[in-house]
């Protein structure tokens, strides 16, 4: 994902490098294992860089997603190798949260009164969304016939 321009010093010089590298750890497949909430892939995404997604069959473009969404944070254990789906999915409660407080320094610079209500003007994450899995085809069935008698001469059937 294109890192926004503001928040381009928040990452490490060598940030490419460390990219890099949390990608070939994950072999340039996505590492998340339903994390993302989106209920599409029982255990580990199957979508590989450059490759055919899944359900969409754009290309795959794999990014490195920060578990605690700061970029400040390069620790190995809080980067994960994500396709643009799945990082896009998981970081959706955390675009929620800045989208508002960027609405609201939008309408304060623009002279627009703020109402203080506490701790409820306050953007929270929203909760994580539940994993769910793909319902399981339905076993094959035999077919039923039916024999039916004629309609009537006169009559629709």
Same mark, same amino acid.
């Given at each position: ?5 503001? &928040?381009?010093?928040?990452? #490490? #010089?060598?940030?490419? !490098? ?12 996505? !590492?998340?294992?339903?994390?993302? *909430? ?5 255990? @580990?995404?199957? &979508?590989?860089?450059?490759?055919? %997604? ?11 997603? /920060? ?10 254990? &809080? +980067? @994960?190798?994500?396709? =643009?789906?799945?990082?896009? /999915?998981?970081? %959706?409660? /955390? /675009?929620?949260?800045? @989208? ?5 320094? $939008?309408? $304060?610079?623009? *002279? =627009?009164? $703020?109402?203080?209500? *506490? ?13 769910? +899995? #793909?319902? %399981? ?5 035999? =077919?039923?016939?039916?024999? +039916?008698? !004629?309609? +009537?001469? *006169?009559?629709?059937?």
């Amino acid at each position: 994902m294109p890192i926004r321009p503001e &928040n381009v010093l928040r990452y #490490p #010089p060598d940030w490419p !490098e460390i990219s890099l590298a949390i990608k070939e750890r994950a072999g340039w497949r996505c !590492e998340c294992e339903g994390e993302c *909430g989106r209920g599409t892939h029982p255990g @580990r995404c199957p &979508n590989v860089h450059e490759g055919e %997604a899944y359900g969409t069959g754009s290309v795959v473009i794999l990014t490195t997603a /920060h578990l605690d969404h700061t970029p400040e944070n390069v620790d190995p254990a &809080n +980067l @994960r190798a994500m396709c =643009q789906g799945c990082h896009l /999915h998981y970081d %959706a409660g /955390h /675009h929620a949260v800045t @989208r508002a407080q960027t609405r609201a320094r $939008a309408l $304060a610079d623009a *002279g =627009q009164l $703020a109402v203080d209500i *506490g701790a409820a003007a306050t953007p929270v994450m929203p909760p994580t969304r539940p994993q769910t +899995l #793909p319902a %399981a085809a339905a076993p094959a069935t035999e =077919q039923l016939l039916l024999d +039916l008698p !004629e309609p +009537l001469e *006169g009559t629709r059937p």
